[in-house]
């Protein structure tokens, strides 16, 4: 069915707009230091299991903070909050210069910890406020220019900061991740929302129990979080990382590497809700599930080869931000408006989890000799799996 509401017409929202701008430079900022990141750990001879306890690092704070950063959301002016985040991005991004060996890695590792709480938070924080500003098809499509942005940013952001990484260092690539945090500052300075004011009469700790509760007592919502937590089988970070050393570092620099297999991930990633956005739906979300799985699977059999790999990994991208907005969507609608800041904090605390049991299983299964494809297959095979847990769910709730 195609959207009453065009991708256009939702942008013609000033606030909108404004949030996807401050979006767009937010998020091609981090992923333009990624690569620089992953390469520094190639190059200082980091083993697999801390290329993965690092891309484990980037989604930890969603897990172990979820029930004060969804306090924070919930009490905190949002345009106060993001102005402070993006403040600790700086300076955490300023201190990466500091690391220039395999030493360095434990103060890499706590830097880049501290930079992900606040890159965490700014999206739960952007994921809570959209419900409460927009309804209907104009919200469903707010959650697809978002991811749609997230994946453009990781596109342009993986492939030039590949380039800038191999062609001029380190430095040069925080520097100028350092010049997208100030500018995206000054936009969210510029930011005007007026929002009704939610009186919050509990403390701290009360609010956190009250969140924890009411999620406790909701079980379609504990279903949905967990749905879109499965998103997390696509977890690619360290499995890609891997497969640069292991298969393309003899035929292409591992930064150059890196960057244009996660950049052609992201062009997937851009296109997929394009073509198939119209598309899904509650009716029939089991069946994406299933070509997701299938796809990870066909990109298992091909990933040996550089060339083929990359059109393996454009293909898995083409239903990820489908399947991620929507799922994201439909939890979004159960939600009360009071809750919300805390409920998308748990949200995004399980979604990490499997993130990083994910990127656990990737590094440890790769370290124990299991070939990559196999480990790729496993991963596929998760879709499948959620695709029978979906159908159980729709029985019972929809």
Not at 29 to 57: C, D, N
Not at 356 to 369: D, E, N
Not at 378 to 389: D, E, P, Q
Request: charged letters at 10%; a positive charge; proline letters at 2%.
């Amino acid at each position: 069915m195609m959207s009453k509401l065009s991708y256009v017409e939702t942008l013609k929202n000033p606030i909108v707009a404004k949030l996807t701008f401050i979006q767009f430079i937010s998020y091609f900022g981090t992923w333009f230091s990624q690569v620089a990141i992953a390469s520094m750990l190639v190059e200082y001879g980091a083993s697999e299991t801390v290329i993965a306890y690092m891309a484990m690092i980037v989604m930890l704070p969603s897990i172990i903070l979820a029930p004060i950063s969804g306090y924070i959301i919930d009490r905190i002016p949002f345009k106060n909050l993001m102005q402070t985040l993006l403040l600790v991005e700086i300076v955490m991004t300023l201190l990466f210069m500091t690391i220039h060996s395999l030493d360095g890695i434990p103060w890499l590792m706590l830097f880049l910890f501290i930079r992900s709480i606040a890159a965490s938070t700014i999206f739960s924080a952007e994921m809570a406020l959209f419900p409460k500003i927009l309804t209907g098809e104009m919200l469903k499509n707010t959650n697809e220019i978002h991811s749609m942005v997230w994946s453009v940013c990781f596109a342009i952001g993986m492939a030039l900061g590949g380039l800038v990484t191999y062609y001029f260092g380190y430095i040069a690539t925080f520097s100028i991740d350092i010049a997208l945090y100030i500018i995206a500052s000054i936009v969210v300075i510029n930011l005007k929302i007026n929002l009704k004011s939610i009186v919050h009469t509990e403390n701290a700790l009360e609010m956190m129990k009250s969140g924890f509760n009411y999620l406790k007592n909701h079980k379609k919502l504990l279903h949905l979080i967990f749905l879109h937590s499965s998103i997390g089988f696509t977890s690619f970070d360290a499995l890609v990382t891997l497969l640069a050393d292991f298969h393309y570092k003899y035929i292409l620099a591992a930064p150059l590497a890196i960057g244009w297999l996660n950049a052609t991930r992201a062009i997937g990633l851009t296109v997929g809700p394009l073509i198939f956005g119209r598309f899904i739906k509650s009716t029939n979300l089991h069946y994406f599930f299933i070509a997701q799985g299938l796809t990870i699977i066909f990109w298992a059999f091909i990933q040996y080869n550089f060339s083929l790999s990359l059109v393996g990994i454009l293909m898995v991208g083409l239903l990820t931000t489908s399947l991620w907005s929507y799922t994201y969507y439909l939890l979004q609608q159960e939600i009360e408006v009071k809750f919300l800041g805390r409920v998308i904090a748990y949200n995004d605390m399980i979604f990490m989890i499997t993130n990083i049991l994910v990127t656990l299983f990737v590094g440890y299964a790769a370290k124990l000799g299991m070939e990559l494809k196999y480990i790729t297959i496993v991963m596929g095979c998760g879709f499948l799996a959620t695709s029978i847990y979906y159908r159980w769910f729709k029985k019972k709730y929809l």
